[in-house]
Protein backbone atom coordinates (compact mmCIF):
# COMPACT_ATOMS: atom_id res chain seq x y z
CA UNK A 1 0.00 0.00 0.00
CA UNK A 2 2.93 2.17 0.17
CA UNK A 3 4.86 3.73 -2.27
CA UNK A 4 7.96 1.57 -3.72
CA UNK A 5 10.48 1.37 -6.36
CA UNK A 6 9.77 1.18 -9.60
CA UNK A 7 11.31 -2.38 -10.29
CA UNK A 8 10.00 -5.22 -8.27
CA UNK A 9 11.62 -8.83 -7.73
CA UNK A 10 8.70 -10.53 -7.30
CA UNK A 11 5.92 -10.79 -10.25
CA UNK A 12 2.78 -9.41 -9.15
CA UNK A 13 -0.74 -10.24 -9.62
CA UNK A 14 -2.57 -8.12 -12.03
CA UNK A 15 -6.38 -8.15 -12.50
CA UNK A 16 -8.33 -10.42 -14.70
CA UNK A 17 -11.21 -7.92 -15.78
CA UNK A 18 -12.66 -4.60 -14.30
CA UNK A 19 -14.71 -6.78 -11.83
CA UNK A 20 -11.64 -8.42 -9.82
CA UNK A 21 -11.46 -4.54 -8.88
CA UNK A 22 -12.68 -2.65 -6.04
CA UNK A 23 -15.76 -0.24 -7.40
CA UNK A 24 -14.14 -2.07 -10.76
CA UNK A 25 -17.97 -1.15 -12.96
CA UNK A 26 -17.87 2.54 -11.72
CA UNK A 27 -14.13 2.95 -12.48
CA UNK A 28 -14.54 1.56 -15.79
CA UNK A 29 -17.08 3.70 -16.39
CA UNK A 30 -15.20 6.93 -14.94
CA UNK A 31 -12.41 5.80 -17.38
CA UNK A 32 -14.60 5.41 -20.36
CA UNK A 33 -16.26 8.71 -20.26
CA UNK A 34 -12.86 10.42 -19.90
CA UNK A 35 -11.32 8.63 -22.76
CA UNK A 36 -14.48 9.55 -25.01
CA UNK A 37 -14.04 13.27 -23.53
CA UNK A 38 -10.48 13.40 -24.93
CA UNK A 39 -10.77 11.64 -28.22
CA UNK A 40 -10.27 14.93 -30.20
CA UNK A 41 -6.33 14.09 -28.88
CA UNK A 42 -6.23 10.41 -30.81
CA UNK A 43 -5.07 10.21 -33.92
CA UNK A 44 -6.96 8.67 -36.85
CA UNK A 45 -5.34 4.73 -37.39
CA UNK A 46 -4.53 1.89 -35.38
CA UNK A 47 -5.87 1.74 -31.34
CA UNK A 48 -4.19 -0.72 -29.66
CA UNK A 49 -5.41 -1.28 -25.63
CA UNK A 50 -3.45 -3.22 -23.14
CA UNK A 51 -3.36 -5.10 -20.12
CA UNK A 52 -6.84 -7.55 -19.31
CA UNK A 53 -8.36 -4.22 -18.58
CA UNK A 54 -8.40 -3.33 -22.47
CA UNK A 55 -11.61 -5.18 -23.54
CA UNK A 56 -13.53 -3.35 -20.67
CA UNK A 57 -13.16 -0.15 -23.47
CA UNK A 58 -14.41 -1.42 -26.03
CA UNK A 59 -17.40 0.49 -26.02
CA UNK A 60 -15.52 3.62 -26.28
CA UNK A 61 -14.29 2.39 -29.74
CA UNK A 62 -17.13 0.29 -31.15
CA UNK A 63 -16.70 0.86 -35.27
CA UNK A 64 -13.42 1.43 -35.42
CA UNK A 65 -12.27 -1.37 -37.15
CA UNK A 66 -8.25 -0.62 -36.39
CA UNK A 67 -9.26 -1.23 -32.69
CA UNK A 68 -7.09 -4.39 -30.97
CA UNK A 69 -6.61 -5.34 -27.33
CA UNK A 70 -3.30 -6.85 -26.06
CA UNK A 71 -2.62 -8.52 -22.70
CA UNK A 72 -1.15 -11.87 -20.84
CA UNK A 73 -4.41 -13.00 -19.72
CA UNK A 74 -8.30 -11.97 -19.56
CA UNK A 75 -10.64 -11.72 -23.03
CA UNK A 76 -8.37 -10.05 -24.95
CA UNK A 77 -7.58 -10.33 -29.20
CA UNK A 78 -3.93 -10.79 -29.09
CA UNK A 79 -1.88 -12.86 -26.12
CA UNK A 80 1.65 -10.74 -25.27
CA UNK A 81 3.71 -9.93 -22.59
CA UNK A 82 3.41 -6.24 -22.33
CA UNK A 83 7.36 -5.57 -22.01
CA UNK A 84 7.52 -7.79 -24.96
CA UNK A 85 4.57 -6.72 -27.09
CA UNK A 86 3.68 -8.81 -30.41
CA UNK A 87 3.63 -5.68 -32.40
CA UNK A 88 6.17 -3.80 -35.23
CA UNK A 89 7.98 -0.76 -34.13
CA UNK A 90 6.13 2.34 -34.38
CA UNK A 91 3.10 0.63 -35.84
CA UNK A 92 0.56 1.88 -33.23
CA UNK A 93 -0.93 5.48 -33.59
CA UNK A 94 -2.97 5.47 -30.00
CA UNK A 95 -1.72 3.18 -26.86
CA UNK A 96 -4.64 2.93 -23.80
CA UNK A 97 -2.89 1.78 -20.77
CA UNK A 98 -5.20 1.60 -18.03
CA UNK A 99 -3.93 1.18 -14.52
CA UNK A 100 -0.76 -1.03 -16.36
CA UNK A 101 2.12 0.48 -14.05
CA UNK A 102 0.76 -0.68 -10.36
CA UNK A 103 0.56 -4.40 -11.68
CA UNK A 104 4.13 -4.34 -13.86
CA UNK A 105 7.36 -5.70 -12.34
CA UNK A 106 8.95 -3.44 -14.27
CA UNK A 107 7.07 -0.21 -15.22
CA UNK A 108 10.12 1.22 -16.96
CA UNK A 109 10.63 -1.36 -19.50
CA UNK A 110 7.02 -1.28 -20.20
CA UNK A 111 6.78 2.21 -20.95
CA UNK A 112 10.38 1.65 -22.94
CA UNK A 113 7.81 -1.04 -24.97
CA UNK A 114 5.30 1.29 -25.66
CA UNK A 115 7.47 4.22 -26.79
CA UNK A 116 8.82 1.35 -29.63
CA UNK A 117 5.52 0.13 -30.84
CA UNK A 118 4.05 3.96 -30.54
CA UNK A 119 4.26 5.84 -34.14
CA UNK A 120 5.95 9.31 -34.30
CA UNK A 121 3.58 11.69 -33.08
CA UNK A 122 1.92 8.37 -31.35
CA UNK A 123 -0.63 9.22 -28.66
CA UNK A 124 -0.30 7.65 -25.43
CA UNK A 125 -3.87 7.46 -22.53
CA UNK A 126 -2.54 6.09 -19.45
CA UNK A 127 -4.44 5.71 -15.71
CA UNK A 128 -2.90 4.97 -12.47
CA UNK A 129 -3.80 4.82 -8.91
CA UNK A 130 -2.99 7.89 -6.76
CA UNK A 131 -1.29 6.80 -3.91
CA UNK A 132 -1.97 10.33 -1.84
CA UNK A 133 -5.89 9.57 -2.15
CA UNK A 134 -7.40 8.02 1.01
CA UNK A 135 -8.23 5.51 -1.86
CA UNK A 136 -5.32 3.62 -1.27
CA UNK A 137 -5.52 3.19 2.30
CA UNK A 138 -8.95 2.20 2.02
CA UNK A 139 -7.98 -1.50 1.23
CA UNK A 140 -7.29 -2.20 5.20
CA UNK A 141 -10.70 -2.17 5.20
CA UNK A 142 -11.45 -5.75 6.70
CA UNK A 143 -14.80 -5.60 5.09
CA UNK A 144 -13.34 -5.88 1.28
CA UNK A 145 -13.88 -9.34 -0.36
CA UNK A 146 -11.35 -7.36 -3.41
CA UNK A 147 -7.26 -7.44 -3.14
CA UNK A 148 -7.16 -5.09 -6.22
CA UNK A 149 -6.03 -2.35 -6.52
CA UNK A 150 -4.26 -2.66 -2.98
CA UNK A 151 -1.96 -5.97 -3.73
CA UNK A 152 0.11 -3.38 -6.33
CA UNK A 153 2.62 -0.47 -5.90
CA UNK A 154 1.86 3.05 -6.54
CA UNK A 155 3.50 5.94 -8.58
CA UNK A 156 2.88 9.51 -8.17
CA UNK A 157 1.28 11.38 -11.33
CA UNK A 158 4.57 13.65 -10.87
CA UNK A 159 6.58 11.08 -10.76
CA UNK A 160 4.54 9.04 -14.31
CA UNK A 161 4.68 12.57 -15.96
CA UNK A 162 8.81 12.69 -15.37
CA UNK A 163 9.35 9.70 -16.94
CA UNK A 164 7.33 10.27 -20.26
CA UNK A 165 9.24 13.00 -20.77
CA UNK A 166 12.72 11.46 -19.87
CA UNK A 167 11.50 8.92 -22.61
CA UNK A 168 10.57 11.75 -25.30
CA UNK A 169 6.77 12.20 -24.43
CA UNK A 170 5.12 15.55 -24.66
CA UNK A 171 2.32 15.66 -21.91
CA UNK A 172 -0.75 16.82 -23.52
CA UNK A 173 -3.53 16.87 -20.62
CA UNK A 174 -3.56 15.68 -16.97
CA UNK A 175 -6.20 15.53 -14.25
CA UNK A 176 -7.41 13.18 -11.48
CA UNK A 177 -10.73 11.74 -11.78
CA UNK A 178 -12.80 8.87 -9.81
CA UNK A 179 -14.17 10.63 -6.88
CA UNK A 180 -14.65 8.38 -4.53
CA UNK A 181 -12.56 6.18 -1.73
CA UNK A 182 -13.26 2.99 -2.64
CA UNK A 183 -14.19 2.18 0.69
CA UNK A 184 -17.12 -0.32 -0.45
CA UNK A 185 -16.26 -3.26 -2.90
CA UNK A 186 -18.82 -1.91 -5.22
CA UNK A 187 -19.84 1.58 -5.73
CA UNK A 188 -23.19 2.71 -3.64
CA UNK A 189 -23.06 6.09 -5.37
CA UNK A 190 -22.62 9.44 -3.83
CA UNK A 191 -21.52 10.00 -0.45
CA UNK A 192 -19.61 12.02 1.71
CA UNK A 193 -16.08 10.85 0.11
CA UNK A 194 -18.18 11.90 -3.50
CA UNK A 195 -18.04 15.01 -1.90
CA UNK A 196 -14.47 15.41 -0.76
CA UNK A 197 -12.48 14.28 -3.78
CA UNK A 198 -14.68 16.45 -5.79
CA UNK A 199 -13.58 19.67 -3.53
CA UNK A 200 -10.04 18.20 -4.02
CA UNK A 201 -9.17 16.98 -6.95
CA UNK A 202 -5.70 16.01 -5.23
CA UNK A 203 -7.57 13.14 -3.26
CA UNK A 204 -9.46 11.35 -6.11
CA UNK A 205 -8.64 7.93 -6.80
CA UNK A 206 -7.03 7.96 -10.08
CA UNK A 207 -5.27 10.02 -12.48
CA UNK A 208 -5.75 10.35 -16.15
CA UNK A 209 -3.15 11.55 -18.65
CA UNK A 210 -2.75 12.10 -22.35
CA UNK A 211 0.91 11.96 -23.96
CA UNK A 212 2.10 12.33 -26.94
CA UNK A 213 5.28 10.62 -28.62
CA UNK A 214 7.76 13.35 -29.85
CA UNK A 215 9.30 13.36 -33.46
CA UNK A 216 13.13 14.41 -32.90
CA UNK A 217 14.20 16.58 -36.12
CA UNK A 218 17.39 15.40 -37.53
CA UNK A 219 20.20 17.50 -38.19
CA UNK A 220 20.68 19.23 -41.60
CA UNK A 221 24.07 18.07 -43.31
CA UNK A 222 26.77 20.54 -42.84
CA UNK A 223 26.97 20.78 -46.75
CA UNK A 224 23.06 21.71 -47.07
CA UNK A 225 23.33 25.62 -48.47
CA UNK A 226 21.02 27.57 -46.57
CA UNK A 227 21.38 31.14 -48.26
CA UNK A 228 17.76 32.14 -47.65
CA UNK A 229 19.47 32.66 -43.80
CA UNK A 230 22.05 35.40 -45.80
CA UNK A 231 21.57 38.58 -43.55
CA UNK A 232 22.08 41.42 -46.65
CA UNK A 233 23.38 39.25 -49.29
CA UNK A 234 26.19 37.60 -46.68
CA UNK A 235 26.04 34.86 -44.92
CA UNK A 236 26.53 34.97 -40.98
CA UNK A 237 29.21 32.72 -39.81
CA UNK A 238 26.69 30.70 -37.78
CA UNK A 239 24.85 29.46 -40.93
CA UNK A 240 28.03 29.24 -43.55
CA UNK A 241 28.30 25.56 -44.25
CA UNK A 242 31.78 23.42 -43.50
CA UNK A 243 32.60 23.85 -47.30
CA UNK A 244 32.04 27.88 -47.28
CA UNK A 245 33.95 28.06 -43.79
CA UNK A 246 37.28 26.49 -45.27
CA UNK A 247 37.32 28.65 -48.15
CA UNK A 248 37.14 31.57 -45.97
CA UNK A 249 39.81 30.84 -43.60
CA UNK A 250 42.38 30.37 -46.24
CA UNK A 251 41.45 33.59 -48.10
Known amino acids: MLIKPAYSKIDLAAPEDWQQMACGQYMVEQTAELIRSHQRRLKPGKTVAISSLGPGLNECFRGNADWLT ?47 VLDEDGVLVLTGFNPYSPAVASGVFVRHKKSFPWCGRYFTLIRVKDWLEVLGFEVLESEFYVSHFLHHSEHRGSDWSTKLSEA ?22 PSVQRKHLAVNGRQTAAVMTTKQFSKSKRN
Open 200 to 221: IPGMRAAYFIVARKQTLITRLK
Open 70 to 116: LGAAGKVAVRSELTDMALKEDSVDNLIAPFVLEFCRNPHKLLREVTR
